[in-house]
């Protein structure tokens, strides 16, 4: 059965970085626009990012601006969310999605349609 799978997820310290990847279990990620959710305790789900299939259109929202970035690692199929100068307001569940448009959409979280199980990431002050 085709799935998506998020890692990366740790413990980690305030001012670190973390590299989350997500890959693709019975298919290739290479075929789909992916992005990058997360949902902290009490909070909405909110949108952080999405890459395209050639990866030549990104979008941040506000959240992922400025310290996250997205891109493809083509050799290993995967799509990484770099994050760097974490704070402790990042803690929160990770999640990536594919996107049901290819090369040009938004954040909406109903233009996503498979979703990983999702990735703790849990950030100390």
């Known amino acids: 059965q085709a799935q998506l799978a998020e890692s990366g997820g740790v413990l980690g310290q305030g001012g670190g970085s973390l590299r989350l990847s997500c890959e693709a279990d019975?298919?290739?990620?290479?075929?789909?626009?992916v992005g990058w959710f997360r949902q902290a305790p009490g909070k909405e789900r909110e949108a952080l990012a999405v890459?395209?299939?050639?990866?030549?259109?990104?979008l941040y929202t506000e959240s992922g601006k400025g310290r996250f970035t997205i891109s493809r690692d083509k050799a290993n199929d995967t799509v990484v969310l770099q994050m760097d100068r974490l704070k402790p307001e990042d803690t929160a569940v990770y999640y990536c999605?594919?996107?049901?448009?290819?090369?040009?959409?938004?954040?909406?979280?109903?233009?996503?349609?498979?979703w990983g199980q999702g990735t703790q990431v849990t950030i100390s002050s």
């Open positions: 999605a594919t996107a049901t448009w290819s090369d040009y959409g938004g954040l909406m979280p109903n233009e996503f349609d498979w």
């Open positions: 019975g298919f290739s990620l290479a075929h789909y626009a």
């Open positions: 890459i395209s299939v050639k990866g030549d259109y990104i």
